[in-house]
């Protein structure tokens, strides 16, 4: 600054975001057909790559640690850009199918608990009863509130000891 005092600022990562060199183009006479079934086909093996970890999270064959929150999601958007443009938009693409199928999740404060109710209400011929309504909305809404603590305690914990050592050279 003015007074020649250095700080630390925190950046978003962004310096390889255009290439060195223009691309080769290759010529392509289904552009949009081409793309149309490359995303499609992308999307499926990411939706195949999150639903196994769910699965695995569940059956007890991943730990609860590797749930990661918002901190992480920045350090990897951060680590996808420096790589380049594709890098980043697949990164941003697992991240958004990721909340896509956490939100299809049977938690009733989710859209997925709603179709879980609609299909209730569907085979029971009537509706269920709002008090039974608010306490598995309540129950859905701690669960997802324990899930968050557990994502950010683990972002905190993956990053404490880097914490610690930036503490150390600032504090005598």
């Known amino acids: 600054d003015e007074l020649g005092q250095q ?10 975001w255009c290439p060195p060199a223009p691309a080769r183009l290759v010529p392509n006479e289904h552009l949009y057909t081409n793309a149309i079934k ?3 086909e992308e999307t499926t093996r990411v939706i195949q790559f999150v639903s196994v970890g769910v699965v695995r999270l569940l059956q007890g064959r991943l730990s609860w640690r590797d749930v990661s929150g918002p901190i992480t ?3 990897i958007a951060g680590q996808a850009a420096a790589k380049g443009t594709s890098y980043f938009v697949w990164a941003m693409a697992l991240v958004s199918i990721n909340l896509g199928l956490i ?12 179709l879980l109710f609609f299909a209730i209400e569907g085979i029971r011929r009537k509706p269920v009863s709002a008090r039974t309504r608010e306490i598995l909305s309540l ?4 669960f997802l509130l324990g899930l968050m603590a557990i994502a950010f305690k683990n972002d905190v914990e993956k990053r404490w000891s880097a914490i ?9």
């Open 73 to 75: 999601i920045y350090d």
């Open 38 to 40: 490359h995303g499609y």
């Open 7 to 16: 700080f630390d600022r925190f950046v978003f990562r962004t310096e390889a």
């Open 164 to 172: 610690k050592d930036d503490l150390k050279s600032v504090l005598p």
């Open 139 to 142: 129950l859905g809404l701690v």
């Open 103 to 114: 939100n299809l999740l049977p938690v009733p404060v989710l859209d997925g608990g709603h």
